[in-house]
């Protein structure tokens, strides 16, 4: 980059940041995925974080090449909304904008680069309320080279496990009685509450960290749209029982709280 671009990128505000967030996400130019990522850096001790980490810290498969092209794409979208120039910038695709989210680079343990948030952008983004808690809150399991990610399928059902555990002890703790319907396909909640004559049907989704981040079937969201007794409740650190979480949303406050974006397609043949 030529310093005149750098110094414009050091010059930037937090209502610069502000108000190109907010653009973006009334747009849906910001997908859930590059928001999670924004509050996992946020998140990160001294704001630093690489690649590979925030793979971990939003659940992201694919790993840190995944990563790359996701928070490459934000930075591009980030970079012209705030009509910064392009000329003068390398040919690389994801290293011609990522200075305006991550400034400042340096090369952590392993030979890892490691990233820290433009300070603006950590304003604004506290500012937005996007993220919660900044700069230490950030699960340790997530920040080391093992473990985190999407786990493998008897990792995840030990998240399933302990997040439904968690809530029908929850229920039951307040004079519910809980019968399991998790064996029932496609009906759109894993658990049948009742209490006198109130009545829940709820969904619980497990989450090893602290992103509020779920995968949704097409019964659960129609659920959410239809079934008044609908109750979606999210477990963070569903496997720390000291500092698990359990967050309740009715079936509107749901689809007025997440931004829903697909995540696969069925292709057939026409």
Known sequence: MTKDIYDRIDELKARHFTAALDALWN?????????????????????TITASQLARAVHVKEGYKAVNLHYGRLAHRLWQQLRLPSRGLPSRSRARWIGVLEPEWSRGTGGHWKGKMHPSLVEALKQIGWCGNAGSDLPEHLLSPAGGGFGDPEQNARVERGAVDAVTKHYQSHGWRVASKEEEKNLGYDLLCRRRS???????????????SVVMTKSE???AEHDRAFRLIAVTNALDAKTRRLQEFTGPEFLRQFHLAPIAFVAALR
């Open 198 to 212: 109130d009545e829940h049907h709820v969904e619980v989704k497990g989450v090893r960290g602290t992103l509020r």
């Open 221 to 223: 969201k129609k659920r």
């Open 27 to 47: 747009t849906r130019k910001i997908t859930e995925i590059q928001r999670d990522m924004l509050c996992a850096q946020y998140r990160a001790p001294n704001y």
